[in-house]
């Protein structure tokens, strides 16, 4: 009898649970971001973001409890980012505020009535302390903590931590944009990358002489410096400058680049290491996401990303013999990496051995010796090395991420416990497979399925595709480390918890899975070839014995929208209805808010297929009902996007509902407008599937 009651509880409890689930509840969970170490390794820092509260939180050896070291209150829209520590750990300098559009105005949309604009601070490690050096973003410290450099207005300015009354000063002038500020080790220079357009240089500052220098210019993209241990030498990237190079086009092969190295005693430069013609030719930042691809290693080793193999994994060149070596070798890719504090070993985040997930590796520089550290089924990443632990950010299919430590067997143990709400609606939450798609065209494409928890063979239930941004991202088998997809891995779920079977889906030109995946060919604006991807996910679902054929709907951010609108304007009769937040519709507009100097009219072959590539080119095929979603203030695709195709379904009387966020941005900086976004997102499409 007790059984039958405890059995009988257990799914009341269950069954409440999903009953009194919300959406709000399932972005109930504070994001952690911009996990950050000091060189000491004993203290460690990040953000919270909890529901648009954003606070930066610290955590020291040996026990690493969690302490809120700032006070922020509410959800008011301004982002926090940039941490940094002085070497000792004492200071930590962050930057609080929001990036202007080109009008030069701070985002700002929760409408207050003070500035929004970034501004640099610095805090001691206690939380006391806090001092406002002024506009300015890019902090770092100098080698002995005394000075910060920062960038401002496109120059380098310094502030002096001694002074009583900080007075921060422009450092130099420089023509064009300022960027990658590097302390030498000695602290006398600065090394700085310089943009100008069509080339860059690297130039160094010299505080006794108080004067710049540029190194070895030429006519291409100069960038990535880095310091020699000793402060003698310096090697940076060098990137040939390709006229009408535009983005949303595959690029497999090119110009090769190099890595050159700079003697300061000298004055000489030479090329060091060349990359082969054919793949790997054309140098890639997308990943992975470090703040230099050239990294300065034990025994004067470089490590440098390349893809020869077709995946962009590290190299090691010794630039005493010049030979390399792969030391991420296997199937997959490295997104993020850290320098150990010897010098010797390498952390990085890879999806080799598990290509749906994140993981913790590390490499020997010296033997090429690689070996994986975390060794859970969920996914790992931002590796961060203090002086006995690994510290990571980690989640699984139904927890979100979190910091935590990582033991040298392998297992995750969380920090900061005490923060993770009891709201969170767990144990609703689905694990997804991974599935194959055949696209129309017969590529077979990675995604995701999510089955309803009640899910019974045979039953009709409504469906959906989910497609990401980017293009350049990859959805996981868990939530994502990203805070924007980690949030529509939740939405995912939601629908999944409502009886919807949800399709995420990896389309070409996504990362994760080699170069010829993400430089497919005729992706984007030069055939939109993964709108075959779509269509093929489309034929899946209906083809399925448990989903209603007529009840296949849409939905997707950015790239997500452009796929979305793609959908409904040459699918129509295929997808019922979709989602279209702040999508790409006309590429030729949406390169020139990457490109300003894109000109349609210059480059009418070009321009033509763009617009071929585009969902506005479909327009007449359009009859399926969709909800735009779109912020006024977005800076990565223009508001006139939606605006534009609003104006196209009026003339041919297509139903088309709308929700506007007045100043908002592209990744909404309020959280109750993704709440609201997404509540409005299962409201339409469920609204189209149960009218009466």
């Not at 509840?25 to 203290?43: A, C, E, H, M, R």
């Not at 025994?299 to 010049?322: D, M, R, T, V």
């Not at 996981?476 to 779920?493: D, E, P, T, V």
């Amino acid at each position: 009898m007790k059984k039958i009651f405890l059995l009988q509880f257990i799914l009341l409890t269950s069954t409440f649970a999903i009953s009194q689930s919300n959406i709000e509840s399932y972005l109930s969970v504070p994001f952690p971001s911009n996990l950050t170490g000091s060189t000491n390794g004993n203290t460690i820092a990040w953000v919270f973001n909890n529901k648009g509260e954003r606070n930066i939180f610290l955590a020291s050896a040996p026990l690493y409890s969690a302490k809120q070291i700032t006070a922020y209150k509410g959800d008011d829209g301004i982002d926090i980012n940039s941490l940094n520590f002085t070497s000792d750990g004492n200071i930590l300098a962050f930057i609080k505020g929001n990036t202007n559009n080109s009008r030069g105005e701070a985002a700002n949309p929760a409408l207050l009535q003070a500035s929004t604009e970034r501004n640099l601070f610095i805090i001691d490690k206690d939380g006391k302390n806090l001092r406002k050096i002024g506009p300015g973003s890019y902090p770092k410290f100098s080698p002995d903590g005394k000075k910060i450099a920062y960038l401002n207005g496109g120059q380098v300015w310094l502030a002096v931590l001694a002074d009583s009354i900080l007075k921060p000063e422009k450092l130099f002038q420089s023509r064009g944009n300022q960027s990658q500020i590097r302390w030498s080790p000695d602290g006398n220079k600065i090394v700085f990358t310089s943009s100008r357009g069509d080339h860059s240089f690297i130039g160094i500052y010299n505080f006794t002489t108080k004067a710049i220098h540029f190194i070895d210019p030429s006519i291409d993209l100069d960038d990535e410096p880095a310091w020699s241990l000793d402060g003698q030498q310096l090697v940076f990237r060098r990137s040939p400058s390709v006229k009408n190079s535009l983005p949303f086009t595959p690029k497999r092969e090119g110009f090769p680049w190099s890595i050159r190295l700079y003697n300061v005693t000298t004055g000489i430069t030479k090329e060091v290491w060349k990359a082969d013609i054919g793949k790997g030719s054309v140098s890639t930042n997308e990943i992975p996401v470090v703040d230099n691809q050239l990294l300065w290693a034990a025994e004067n080793h470089i490590i440098f990303p390349w893809e020869k193999n077709g995946w962009q994994q590290l190299y090691a060149l010794n630039l005493a013999s010049g030979k390399i070596k792969n030391v991420t070798p296997g199937e997959g890719e490295v997104e993020n990496v850290t320098l150990s504090k010897n010098l010797e070993t390498i952390y990085y985040t890879t999806n080799i051995g598990d290509i749906n997930r994140r993981h913790i590796w590390k490499a020997a520089i010296k033997t090429g010796t690689s070996v994986q550290l975390s060794k859970t089924k969920n996914s790992e990443w931002s590796p961060v090395e203090t002086d006995k632990n690994i510290v990571i950010l980690h989640a699984s299919a139904q927890t979100p991420a979190w910091p935590a430590l990582l033991s040298t067997n392998g297992t995750v143990n969380d920090l900061a416990k005490e923060y993770f709400p009891t709201s969170f609606p767990q144990s609703t939450m689905v694990t997804p497979q991974a599935i194959m798609i055949t696209a129309t065209d017969g590529m077979k494409i990675p995604a995701q399925i999510f089955l309803p928890a009640s899910h019974k063979p045979g039953e009709k239930h409504p469906a959906l595709i989910f497609t990401h941004g980017g293009s350049r991202r990859q959805m996981l088998l868990g939530f994502h480390y990203s805070s924007y997809y980690s949030n529509a891995y939740a939405l995912n779920q939601y629908f999944a918890n409502k009886g919807y079977v949800v399709i995420s889906l990896n389309y070409r030109s996504g990362i994760g899975y080699g170069m010829e995946f993400r430089e497919a060919l005729n992706y984007g604006a030069q055939g939109a070839s993964e709108y075959y991807d779509l269509a093929g996910a489309g034929l899946y679902l209906k083809n399925r014995d448990d989903v209603d054929g007529s009840k296949i709907a849409l939905w997707g951010g950015s790239y997500g929208g452009y796929l979305t609108a793609h959908g409904l304007a040459r699918a129509s009769d295929l997808f019922a209805c979709g989602v279209d937040i702040h999508g790409v519709h006309d590429w030729n507009e949406g390169i020139r808010n990457f490109v300003s100097s894109y000109s349609a009219e210059k480059l009418k072959a070009f321009a033509e297929l763009a617009f071929q590539s585009s969902p506005e080119y479909y327009i007449d095929g359009w009859k399926s009902p969709v909800l735009f979603i779109h912020g006024d203030d977005d800076r990565n695709v223009n508001f006139t996007e939606t605006v534009r195709l609003a104006e196209l379904l009026r003339e041919r009387n297509v139903y088309f509902e709308q929700l506007i966020f007045p100043d908002e941005v592209h990744s909404f900086l309020l959280h109750k407008h993704w709440v609201k976004a997404y509540e409005a997102t299962f409201d339409f499409i469920d609204r189209q599937f149960n009218k009466k």
